[in-house]
Structure formats: C-alpha cells, structure tokens
C-alpha cells in the first residue's frame, strides 16, 4: 500500500508559478510511474502529467504543456509539479497518484485510464 499526501496548493494570482509536492510512502515509491491530475468545478478529472519510474520520460498533456515541469526525487520518495504562467482556467484541484502495476495510460487530451493508487488532493486557486 503506498500513501500520497500533496501540498503547496492555495490561492494564486493569474501568470504565477506554484510547485505542488507529493510525498509518498512506501519503500516501493522508486518503481512506480507517477502522474498529476486535476479536477476542476464541475468537471471530470482529467491528466496533466507523468514521470516514469526513473524521471527520464516526462508525459504531458496539451493544456499544459511547455508551462508545468514534471519532476521527481526517489531519494526523497517525492514528485512534484513546477507550474508556470498560470491562468483561472488551472484552478482545480489536482490530485497525485501511483501506476503500481504499470497498466496505466493517459493522453495528450486529458484522458487516462487506471493508476492505482491516489491522494486527497490539494486545492489550487487562480484569481485574474
């Protein structure tokens, strides 16, 4: 069983930049695919982005890529999120989650399928 928690939401102004955090336990954390994904009001939740098990494979999705960084520490059982040039349309909540068994996918789009474990999520705010 692996436990996410995500920080370092809150209420941001429009063009700034937040880094989300995502803490995991677990001794297993290095072999796991990890993705951000997000929710906003009245809205599925959709993809954002991935990182392989190593960090060196990086997955996005359209609406944000070339403005969030994906990123990760496994000595420090951690993957964050780098977001930059931030709009109101971002505002979300955006949720970390694990690929335990490595069945997972997800699209350019915002569509995904699977991942198997996840976090309560953190509020991310974006005022104009």
């Known amino acids: 069983q692996v436990q996410l928690v995500e920080s370092g939401g809150g209420l941001v102004q429009a063009g700034g930049s937040p880094r989300l955090s995502c803490a995991a336990s677990g001794r297993t954390f290095s072999s796991y695919a990890m993705g951000w994904f997000r929710q906003a009001p009245g809205k599925e939740r959709e993809f954002v982005a991935a990182i392989s098990w190593s960090g060196g494979s990086t997955y996005y999705a359209d609406s944000v890529k070339g403005r969030f960084t994906i990123s990760r520490d496994n000595a420090k059982n951690t993957v964050y999120l780098q977001m930059n040039s931030l709009k109101p349309e971002d505002t979300a909540v955006y949720y970390c989650?694990?690929?335990?068994?490595?069945?997972?996918?997800?699209?350019?789009?915002?569509?995904?399928?699977?991942?198997?474990?996840w976090g309560k999520g953190t509020l991310v705010t974006v005022s104009s």
């Open positions: 989650a694990a690929d335990r068994y490595g069945s997972s996918w997800w699209g350019e789009n915002g569509d995904y399928y699977g991942m198997d474990y």
